[in-house]
């Protein structure tokens, strides 16, 4: 079975910066594409960031591009959202999310939350103004 745990939310002001950490156990990390959705009260959860397998490339939702970053260790079974400039409108419960791709993907694919396995449990993030 393959898990992920993330953690590192909390409660900060506008334009103050936090970083999101997913932890994933099993084998074989390097080959998971990772991902981070959120989910604000009364809203579907929504796609943020994501990371591919391999190859570093990043894909992001528009209201985050130049505010927020993802990376992955890969020696450490890790994956971050570095999260600068935070607004009150990034207030959510924020997931991490875990896939085995079978074939190459592509940004409509990694926005898609079906396509992902594996999910963390959701980190709470509350930005004040």
């Known amino acids: 079975v393959y898990m992920v745990e993330d953690s590192g939310g909390g409660s900060v002001q506008a334009g103050d910066s936090l970083t999101l950490s997913c932890k994933a156990s099993?084998?074989?990390?390097?080959?998971?594409?990772m991902a981070w959705f959120r989910q604000s009260p009364g809203k579907e959860r929504e796609f943020v960031a994501a990371?591919?397998?391999?190859?570093?490339?990043?894909y992001y939702t528009d209201s985050v591009k130049g505010r927020f970053t993802i990376s992955r260790d890969n020696a450490n079974n890790m994956a971050y959202l570095q999260m600068n400039n935070l607004k009150p409108e990034d207030t959510a419960v924020y997931y991490c999310a875990a896939e085995l791709p079978q074939k190459p993907l592509y940004y409509d694919d990694y926005v898609r939350e079906d396509m992902y396995d594996f999910w963390g449990q959701g980190t709470q993030v509350t930005v004040s103004s």
């Open positions: 990371i591919a397998s391999g190859i570093i490339k990043t």
């Open positions: 099993g084998r074989s990390f390097n080959a998971y594409a």
